[in-house]
C-alpha cells in the first residue's frame, strides 16, 4: 500500500539489452542454443517499446555474448524491434556482414524456406532467419 507522499514503483518485468546478452551468453556456455534463442527472441519481443527506451541502460551496448554470431544477431533483433515501435535504432546495432552465413535455427531442406522468408535487415548481415520467429506471442 502507498503512503501520502510516496510513490510506489512496479518491479520491472523485462530484461534489458544488456540482461538478454547475459543470459545467452550462459545458455551458450551451457551449450543451450535453443534456449539462447529463445530468451534473445522472448527477451527483444517482449521489451514494451518505447516506454523501455526511456529507462536508462535498457538499450544500450550489451556486453559480447561470446560469440560474433549471436552479437550480430541480438543487434540485429533490437534494430528491427525499434525501427517498428518507432524507436532511435541505437548506433551499436550496425553489424558487419559475418564472414559466413548462419541459420540460427534451421537445418536441412528447411534453410531454402528460410531463405525466402529472411527480411532484409538479416541478409544483409548474412543471417537466415525466418520472419515468423519475429512475431511476439
Do not use: H, Y
Request: glycine fraction near 6%.
Amino acid at each position: 500500500m502507498a503512503t501520502a507522499g510516496r510513490a510506489t514503483t512496479l518491479p520491472r518485468t523485462w530484461r534489458t539489452v544488456p540482461e538478454i546478452a547475459a543470459g545467452v551468453r550462459e545458455r551458450l556456455r551451457a551449450e543451450d542454443e535453443d534456449a539462447a534463442l529463445r530468451l534473445l527472441l522472448d527477451g527483444v519481443l517482449r521489451m514494451p517499446l518505447p516506454e523501455a527506451a526511456a529507462v536508462p541502460g535498457a538499450l544500450q551496448a550489451p556486453p559480447s555474448t561470446g560469440d560474433e554470431r549471436w552479437d550480430t544477431l541480438l543487434a540485429t533483433v533490437v534494430a528491427r524491434t525499434c525501427r517498428q515501435a518507432g524507436v532511435r535504432v541505437p548506433a551499436w546495432t550496425r553489424c558487419e556482414s559475418l564472414p559466413r552465413w548462419w541459420w540460427p535455427g534451421a537445418v536441412g531442406a528447411r534453410r531454402a524456406q528460410v531463405v525466402q522468408r529472411t527480411p532484409i535487415d538479416f541478409r544483409r548481415v548474412g543471417i537466415w532467419f525466418d520472419e515468423r520467429n519475429l512475431i511476439s506471442p
